[in-house]
């Protein structure tokens, strides 16, 4: 029974780590790790630089929309554009 632990830890050691024991580092847990970091670290790069940008004194952009807003009068329809100009 001495033998049983040592290779139930080997087989284990074999699962994690298996295919970067067979050169292909990319599929082992460590590199699974450090692909899963660098993912969210690219992620959360991006998210900040838009933040920045929009907080670098650009006026936020208006959109043309088909509606007007609650401060919007729209002159002509209640003849008041020479009042208003």
């Not at 009068?73 to 009042?83: E, F, L, P, T, W």
């Amino acid at each position: 029974m001495k033998g049983y632990r040592l290779w139930v830890i080997a087989a284990l050691a074999f699962m994690t780590n298996g295919s970067s024991l067979l050169g292909q580092s990319l599929g082992s847990a460590g590199g699974l790790a450090r692909a899963i970091e660098a993912n969210h670290s690219i992620a959360h790069n991006i998210e900040r630089a838009n933040a920045l940008g929009l907080l670098a004194g650009n006026p936020p952009v208006k959109t043309p929309s088909s509606f007007l807003g609650p401060f919007e009068v729209d002159c002509s329809a209640i003849g008041m554009c020479a009042v208003l100009a």
